[in-house]
């Protein structure tokens, strides 16, 4: 899969895309406006991380490449890819449980904690894309 040259875009479906895991020093846009807010990414091999309007919204360890991310009341979507399996952390609800899908799939319900976070696994490889999707319960 080619990467998008652009570190944060933004589509036009009303989406984001962010990241580039291929990149081997730390880079960043700042001050990224979207819909009313501000938003700014971090990424690397290494890490890749996402805030909007200065709060936690995305972290993935390793890096990795988000494609049509979405955020709503009810369900946060998106499409994700990189190099190797990765941990990804979401700014959730706090104390709230959603059923999490991967390609569609239901791999369980979780429970974010008293801050909100939600912490999953992908599994990923070169020139794979995985459509995660996390509903509210």
Known sequence: ???????????????????????????KVEDFEFQGDIYKVKTFKEITKLEKNGMFVYESVPGTRVEKFKAGEQVVSFIVSGEQDAQLTLELEADSEYVVYMDEVNVGDMNTNLSGKLVLSVELEPGKEILVEVAKK
């Open 1 to 27: 899969m080619a990467l998008d040259k652009a570190l944060l875009a933004a589509g036009n479906d009303e989406t984001l895309g962010f990241g580039d895991y291929t990149l081997d020093k730390k880079s």
